[in-house]
């Protein structure tokens, strides 16, 4: 049996009358990554703040390495890694001094300090600048040196809100070296929230979480299994029509994305040359597809993962950031 280090039994969390947590049941095992994915809204922050001891649920429990949020709250905390949607370094610090900070607060005795802080500089290749300010930090920089904090005192569990957000992808995929790295290193678990499909795909379970509720749970093949069979895309000037077509001649329910349709059928390649036949809709392309995460989160929850208002969100984001920074 793999040993539960992060447990929740109807977690409820009510703001006045938003309902954002509405009765979530979560069992994470020791040493893996877990993906908590949803859209915006869906209550995935709220959660992970209540698993942090930052917010008190309304009703229900959680169980973080076997202490309860609401009853031992500091037990929790000297337990537990934080890195936040938000950025919380000291601007006014050098990389090692933030670490050293953070080194100090969680109790790390003095003689261990040095060297477990090289380690995590070293880890996020941050050696040579650990004695800049962080002020003159590149996003993907301070990025790194919150994971850095985020672990220098050796956390059983790693909380990561959207880690990632807003950052090119080669710093992501960085970014998820070290978490690998970190994982295959020290046994720890790591619990992220995520919008990107990449991501999810790295992670060893999901669960996709709409309105406050799992809507479903499982390692990323199982959840592609799910949607069973191909995914085939027509892509057409007028979708209607198509969608209409496509429901009376194969009985069928087209996903209508822009000029898109999306169809699940059980097999693609015998599938599309009957398509092609019996729409009379002019077809600009169609594409054969084993289901992606994508599908799946299109599927159960009607929208994309990352749809056009994240992006902006993210770009609201970093211009806040880069406007807070210049002051
Ligand atoms: N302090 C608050 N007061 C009132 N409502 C809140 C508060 N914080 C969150 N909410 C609401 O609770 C719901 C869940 O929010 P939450 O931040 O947990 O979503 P999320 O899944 O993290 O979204 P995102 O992807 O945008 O980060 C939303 O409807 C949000 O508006
Ligand atoms: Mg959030």
């Not at 003095?110 to 477990?116: G, I, L, P, V």
């Not at 005192?153 to 807003?166: A, N, R, S």
């Not at 093949?221 to 429901?247: H, S, W």
Request: some cysteine; glycine content about 8%; aromatic content about 6%.
């Amino acid at each position: 049996m793999d040993e539960t280090v992060v447990e929740t039994r109807g977690l409820i969390k009510t703001y006045g009358r938003v309902e954002a947590v509405r009765g979530i049941d979560l069992a994470v095992h020791r040493g893996e990554v877990f993906g908590f994915l949803g859209p915006n809204g869906a209550g995935k922050s709220t959660t992970i703040s209540i698993l942090c001891t930052l917010l008190s649920p309304t009703a229900g429990q959680a169980l973080v390495a076997g202490y309860d949020v609401t009853r031992q709250p500091g037990a929790v905390r000297a337990r537990i890694g934080l890195v936040f949607q938000d950025p919380s370094l000291d601007d006014q610090l050098t990389a090692r001094e933030n670490l050293e900070f953070h080194a100090f607060l969680y109790n790390v005795p003095r003689a261990e300090r040095r060297r477990r802080i090289d380690g995590v500089l070293e880890m996020v290749e941050l050696t040579e600048r650990a004695g800049s300010l962080v002020r003159t930090f590149s996003g993907g920089m301070k990025r790194r040196l919150e994971i850095a904090r985020g672990i220098v005192h050796y956390p059983e569990v790693l909380f990561l809100d959207e880690p990632t957000i807003g950052l090119d992808p080669q710093t992501r995929n960085r970014i998820w070296e070290y978490l690998h790295a970190l994982r295959r290193r020290e046994e720890i678990t790591i619990f992220m929230t995520t919008h990107y499909m990449d991501e999810a795909e790295q992670c060893d379970r999901i669960a996709i979480i709409d309105h406050g509720q799992i809507i479903a749970q499982g390692t990323p093949e199982e959840l592609k299994a799910g949607v069973g069979g191909d995914v085939v895309t027509v892509t057409t000037r007028n979708p209607a029509l198509a969608a209409d077509e496509i429901r009376r001649a194969f009985e069928l329910e087209p996903a209508v994305d822009g000029s898109n349709l999306r169809l699940e059928v059980a097999d693609g390649a015998s599938f599309v040359p009957r398509l092609v036949r019996d729409l009379t809709v002019p077809v600009s392309a169609v594409t054969l597809s084993r289901p992606t995460l994508d599908h799946v989160f299109l599927k159960l929850t009607g929208k994309a993962i990352r749809d056009e208002e994240v992006d902006q969100k993210d770009a609201m984001r970093m211009m806040h950031q880069r406007w807070a920074r210049r002051r």
